[in-house]
């Protein structure tokens, strides 16, 4: 199930964190959604009638979080005497909107997310308002005491592992700030394992899923792999002339990329440590980042382009100028159009990389990552339904009124901010 947050207010001065781009299948932050409804361009049928949303009460400065199967809002607090304040977690079950708990938290900046590990366990990310300062509290809803604290950032929770820590993930590229990685017990707060990341150094974890099997530590002239589970080194790999902040350290599914313009780039299979399975000569200068992409793999150029590049020879097959945004979708490359005087999302061969079709007016939204979501704004309301990659054909859901942009699709279930500040829930289903 993916994991997806909406901000209903602002935290000053709160560090951004830049998500990787979405891949099919890995349940990104960000995933595809859209609708096209026979009243409005595209011949597609009015939408089923359906049930009128469930509200939930929310502050127009406060947050929602859709983890997995559950909704939470969070008030904006009370002050509770010096820096503290006291902010109140509602959780709710979906699709039914079922209350499940109330939890109240003592804090010194603002709870920024919340995330469920198992039944009868919470955790809660606080960060300060003046700096990337964050702090993780375990808490037992119920229970009015927190179970255990720690300073960091969490990553995931590990297979069958630990929770996985950054003292500040957020600068874990950064090669001036040194980062210290942890392992903690779930269950008692205790650090079970930790990896120092030096000055100078480059970390990464493979933690698109949520669920961090590895992390990678990329030295002068080394490459090392650790297992989240134990924190224990599964694999070091030399290469020499490698030299981090002029190297691109790729995570993908069961692979690493890594590449510079002083080694070529090398792809890493990690089920089984570092294996190398392909080089090339040729560096990754021209591009930001990559993800999976089918048989190949996706790499967003410098200038806003994305290309294709052969998983077995690491050469580019095709490039695609303009696309600002971009997924894999049963055999697709979808993309918005920048270019376009409206929204448009772009459908691309993924073998030439030619274009396959386009929707107008149509934009993205968040989805669960199973299904091809699209919205339109159109007369006040904003429509939403599925979308047939094939054939570009849409199925429509549900319109949507009295609602703003912030809105998401997750386990049969719509949820948006209403213009009112209270959260919408329709099913769909």
């Given at each position: ?18 998500p ?48 997995e ?131 100078g ?13 590895w ?21 070091e ?12 350290l ?120 199973e ?42 279930s ?16």
């Amino acid at each position: 199930m993916s994991e997806a947050m909406i901000d209903l207010g602002v935290v000053r001065d709160e560090p951004v964190a830049i998500p990787p781009p979405p891949r099919r299948g890995l349940r990104p932050l960000l995933v595809v959604a859209a609708v096209v409804l026979a009243a409005l361009p595209g011949g597609a049928a009015p939408p089923p009638e359906t049930a009128p949303p469930v509200i939930v009460p929310a502050a127009i400065d406060g947050r929602m979080m859709v983890r997995e199967d559950k909704l939470f809002v969070v008030d904006p607090g009370r002050p509770v005497g010096g820096p503290g304040k006291r902010q109140m977690i509602r959780a709710y079950a979906l699709p039914d909107v079922r209350p499940l708990f109330e939890q109240a938290v003592t804090v010194t900046g603002e709870v920024v997310d919340v995330r469920p590990v198992a039944d009868d366990l919470v955790l809660v990310e606080e960060r300060g308002y003046t700096g990337a300062a964050a702090r993780i509290i375990a808490v037992r809803p119920g229970a009015a005491e927190p179970l255990w604290k720690q300073d960091g950032v969490l990553i995931g929770v590990a297979p069958g592992g630990p929770a996985v820590f950054g003292s500040d993930a957020y600068l874990g590229d950064d090669l001036e700030t040194p980062v210290e990685w942890r392992g903690v017990d779930l269950a008692t707060g205790t650090t079970r394992w930790t990896v120092r990341k030096a000055r100078g150094e480059q970390a990464v974890t493979d933690s698109y899923s949520g669920e961090p099997r590895w992390l990678f530590v990329l030295g002068a002239g080394r490459l090392t792999a650790y297992d989240t589970r134990d924190g224990r080194k599964a694999a070091e790999v030399a290469q020499p002339g490698l030299r981090p902040g002029a190297s691109a350290l790729w995570p993908l599914e069961g692979q690493l990329l890594v590449g510079s313009d002083a080694t070529g780039t090398t792809l890493f299979d990690t089920a089984s440590g570092l294996v190398p399975v392909v080089h090339a000569d040729r560096d990754l200068d021209d591009y930001v980042t990559g993800y999976d992409c089918g048989d190949l793999i996706c790499a967003y150029a410098t200038g806003g382009g994305l290309t294709g590049l052969d998983r077995r020879t690491l050469a580019p097959v095709w490039s695609v100028k303009d696309a600002a945004y971009s997924m894999w979708v049963d055999g697709y490359v979808f993309a918005t159009d920048p270019t376009a005087t409206g929204p448009r999302i772009r459908r691309s061969d993924p073998v030439t990389g030619r274009a396959a079709g386009q929707l107008d007016g149509w934009q993205l939204t968040i989805g669960d990552g199973e299904t091809f979501y699209v919205r339109r704004r159109e007369d006040g309301r904003v429509w939403f339904g599925v979308l047939d990659p094939g054939r570009l054909r849409v199925r429509p859901l549900v319109a949507a009124e009295g609602v703003t942009d912030e809105c998401l699709i997750e386990d049969d279930s719509l949820i948006c901010r209403k213009i009112d500040a209270g959260v919408g829930v329709w099913r769909l289903r």
